[in-house]
DNA sequence: ATCTATCCCGAGTAGAATGGTCAACTTTAT
DNA sequence: ATAAAGTTGACCATTCTACTCGGGATAGAT
């Protein structure tokens, strides 16, 4: 998982929509303003989000852009995977020539940067646009706690669980 | 804190010390080809993580690197600070004209990313060049764990403290 | 002393990524 | 029809990455 600042911009804008919707589209001139991010730039991420189906878009006037799951139903770590696409964090590519079973020292690394991408993806997949916008952030101390407490109980009501 | 390939080829280095070292320093050619990593290239990482203090130098020959604080006492965030400055994850610049307490709905998204950033380092400043040449990386589930433990107890007898 | 292995340091650089702009087009409410 | 909006594709300036290059400085071996 990829962390840059289209990710960021494109969470800011859909926490924008969360915040600012009342069921009628909201239109990206709208969060342009709001977020001080270019139109333009803009209609590039919409196109992605689009695609990956995070937004329904509405032509024509008085439209514009609708969360497709709501903010509950929308995780941060959707929006990201949906805009930066995936950087590969080792050298070891599996179809590569000479890969990471080849060498076994060159690729010591290769279980940390997994475990560090699962722990971000972890995090990043508890929080939803809700949460951003009612700032359940802090006391989500440790995605671990959080990821077995989803299992036993669900107190903050995730409305939908995992994939 | 930024997640480049500078800083994971910081840590590949490292981590190949941490491996090989019996004492005797470790030269960058050595490094060079046993990480595919040009030596140049590592010349300028190791300028950072010697003033960083992370490793020490012996010049001349039969010269090279040793890590300063021991495998045990070297953490990975450590690592990735020395070589990859941070990175501004919000706009809100404290000093700007406008920061972010100015306009409260442009910075919902900026304790999202503060959090993140806290559980990234949480996470890597849990884990060691001995953990990752142990490969003790799994079943470190939740970094808070590790962090209150590691002020109680000193379970794996850190044979270098400090610097 | 001088040779040579090694670290040390600053400048330069090709290519990729970032963060856009611009122009033209399609759809649809009024 | 007209205008408000999304859709698409081409283009571009700047910055960052991941290096290379060239020359030192230091110290062990001879």
Redesign the interface.
């Known amino acids: 998982m990829r962390?840059s600042t289209k990710g960021?911009y494109a969470?800011?804008a859909l926490?924008?929509i969360a915040?600012h919707a009342q069921g009628t589209p909201i239109t990206l001139a709208e969060i342009a303003e709001?977020?001080?991010i270019s139109l333009s730039y803009l209609e590039q991420l919409f196109a992605k989000l689009r695609s990956a189906g995070l937004v329904k878009s509405v032509r024509g006037p008085g439209g514009g852009y609708l969360l497709a799951r709501g903010a509950d139903g929308t995780r941060?770590s959707d929006i990201i995977l949906a805009v930066d696409e995936p950087i590969r964090?080792t050298?070891c590519t599996p179809g590569a020539p000479m890969g990471c079973s080849g060498n076994k020292?060159?690729c010591?690394?290769h279980?940390?940067?997994e475990?560090?991408g699962n722990?971000?993806r972890l995090?990043?997949s508890s929080?939803t646009l809700a949460d951003?916008?009612a700032?359940r952030?802090?006391g989500?101390?440790?995605?671990?706690?959080r990821e077995r407490a989803d299992q036993e109980t669900s107190e903050t009501a995730p409305t939908i669980a995992a994939q």
Chains 1, 2 share one sequence.
Do not use: F
Request: hydrophobic share 50%; glycine share 2%.
């Open positions: 962390l960021r969470v800011m926490v924008d915040k709001r977020q001080l941060i964090t050298r020292s060159r010591l690394t279980d940390l940067w475990e560090l722990q971000i995090y990043l929080v951003v916008v700032n952030l802090l989500r101390s440790g995605a671990l706690h």
